[in-house]
């Protein structure tokens, strides 16, 4: 910690010789610490500037300058919840402070002259944000020839008194006024970069989450965590997620890291054995505001609620992230909240189990790209994704995932007042399985599929490839290819049970395992067919509709090939 006068202050104070800046800051204990610097004048326009981080708020001296009596000069310090500021006999109150966290706080003053009237105007900034100013009738004058400066305890009379308790760094006096960029400056340049090694002091859980380093750099190595509350912007940066590992410890109910305010970045590590219980959300990561997780690893965790390894209730992006091997109790892997925005970028979701969506868990605004989604499963419905929100995927495979239930690789719902609305672009929906029915995907909201490929998905039940049900709004489905599916029921390729539109595509090669019509499609509400080439399908029973059977809903056909089904191919009944 240092008190640096940089302006014009008597040589001799330049600098107080304390520990440097946090994590080895001036730790006050409220009772009996405190630090005598020396005495000094300054001029009446002035500027005072420290680091606090108090733990309580109700008579906390920061800084103060006395008379040889201990009679009022220049107060600064924490009085019945709020900043307090004096000169002399003039003082004034600012907003409430806040315990617990790092809060630089600054003064600047400037003295008007205004007849036989002096005027201090004092401006209070806060994270080098301006929060007020205040006009003073009195002046600086002569404050040397008294007591020394002090740091964290306050004089009454000659007994020391109001003793700060928390920590206090970088306290600055300054003889002249700051303008609202250097004060700016000042504010973001405490903050440093501070790099961990394994076992060395500050230890993780300090470094990220005191606020006073913007930027944590690990080296290579086995790192203990858990619990994190970030105070401040901060980046986390290991040396690659192959070498730079994360425990999150004492397993009873503890994640990584709880982001509540800030914008976050974590960049090249692993994050692992994550455990949080009571219905909590988020295995390794809660974030409220904004976080950016690349070239991660995040495995092995677990939430007895939503997101096994993350649960987002703010902005998130997602960059090259492995998330493999976790559990929770919907969207195993990740989870999105209601409230939630997600950019999901070259991301691969593994292995995880969740009882809903068992790889992911949406319910707002969801964008996947170029990712893998696969071998996920759940007990219930979306095995490699569960929508209840908006969804865009693009370029992107979901395939082996596995539902004891229904969508196997995605499900896409229309829940309570959330209506699911998935639009699948240029993707791969492959070998996906349902023991009930959409193997690959079933849609009971809205739902676009365009120059996308399903295929290779089982259903127990109907609809190998898609299932439309009857709770469905609609499904859209244009220059794409259902092909090569298999169903235990109706419509091996497709079972449309609401409004359905087909435009340019192909419908093949698809497998009814069960005596019975439909293998190809299988409808019975309104349809529309263009451009649709129905080919290849098959059924097991002789005699069988194969291509294409509607039931009850009025189709439309426009230059549709229906060929090669093997014996009746299509029937409308």
Not at 111 to 122: F, N, Q, T
Not at 143 to 153: D, L, R
Not at 222 to 233: E, H, K, L, S
Not at 533 to 544: K, P
């Amino acid at each position: 910690m240092g008190i640096t006068a940089p302006r014009s202050i008597p040589p001799g104070l330049a600098r107080l010789t304390l520990p440097p800046l946090d994590p080895h800051a001036l730790a006050l204990n409220g009772s009996s610490s405190y630090v005598d610097t020396a005495d000094f004048d300054i001029n009446d326009d002035f500027a005072i500037s420290a680091w606090i981080k108090p733990n309580r708020t109700d008579a906390e001296a920061i800084l103060m300058k006395h008379t040889a009596g201990g009679g009022n000069l220049i107060m600064l310090g924490l009085y019945s919840g709020k900043y307090f500021f004096r000169i002399r006999d003039k003082s004034f109150y600012g907003p409430y402070a806040h315990t617990g966290e790092w809060i630089h706080v600054a003064l600047t003053a400037f003295k008007e002259v205004a007849g036989p009237s002096k005027i201090e105007h004092v401006s209070l900034y806060l994270n080098g944000e301006f929060i007020e100013q205040q006009s003073m009738l009195t002046e600086v004058g002569d404050v040397s020839g008294g007591k020394a400066w002090t740091i964290g305890q306050d004089w009454d009379g000659n007994t020391r008194t109001d003793f700060f308790d928390g920590a206090i760094d970088d306290v600055r006096i300054y003889d002249g006024a700051l303008l609202p960029s250097e004060i700016k400056a000042l504010s973001a340049g405490h903050r440093a970069t501070c790099r961990l090694s394994p076992g060395t002091e500050p230890d993780l859980n300090y470094a990220a989450g005191s606020g006073v380093c913007d930027e944590v750099i690990l080296a290579a190595g086995t790192y203990a965590a858990g619990n994190i509350t970030p105070n401040n912007d901060l980046l986390v940066r290991g040396n690659q997620a192959s070498d730079t590992f994360v425990n999150i410890t004492d397993t009873a109910s503890k994640r990584f890291m709880d982001n509540l305010h800030h914008a976050i970045t974590l960049q090249k590590m692993t994050i692992r054995n994550g455990n949080i219980s009571g219905g909590g959300f988020g295995g390794a990561i809660y974030n409220r505001a904004t976080m950016s997780l690349e070239d991660l690893v995040l495995t092995n965790n677990t939430s007895s609620g939503e997101g096994g390894a993350v649960y987002n209730s703010g902005s998130i992006t997602l960059s090259n992230v492995l998330i493999h091997d976790n559990t929770g109790s919907a969207g195993g892997g990740f989870a999105n909240a209601s409230m939630g925005q997600a950019i999901l970028n070259s991301v691969h979701i593994w292995n995880n189990n969740g009882s809903g969506g068992g790889g992911i868990l949406n319910t707002n605004a969801l964008t996947i790209t170029d990712s893998l989604i696969e071998k996920n499963k759940t007990a219930n419905s979306g095995g490699g994704i569960l929508n209840y929100g908006t969804l865009l995927l693009v370029d992107s495979e979901v395939s082996g995932n596995e539902a004891n239930g229904q969508g196997g690789g995605l499900y896409n719902d229309d829940f309570s007042i959330f209506v699911g609305t998935a639009t699948v672009r240029g993707s791969l929906i492959y070998s996906n399985s349902a023991t009930g029915s959409g193997g690959g995907i079933t849609n009971a909201g809205v739902l676009a599929l365009d120059q996308s490929t399903i295929s290779g998905n089982r259903a127990q039940n109907h609809g190998g490839g898609i299932d439309n049900s009857q709770l469905a709004l609609r499904i859209d489905i244009d220059r794409s290819t259902i092909s090569n599916n298999q169903a235990g029921g109706e419509g091996a390729g497709l079972s449309n049970a609401a409004e359905a539109s087909l435009t340019n595509s192909t419908v093949s090669g698809n497998h009814r395992t069960s005596p019975g019509d439909g293998a190809g499609i299988y409808s019975t509400a309104p349809m529309s067919l263009t451009h649709v080439t129905i080919t290849d399908n098959i059924g097991t029973a002789s005699g069988s509709t194969n291509a294409l059977l509607t039931f009850g809903g009025t189709l439309n056909a426009y230059n549709t090939l229906v060929v090669d089904n093997g014996s009746g191919s299509a029937t409308a009944r």
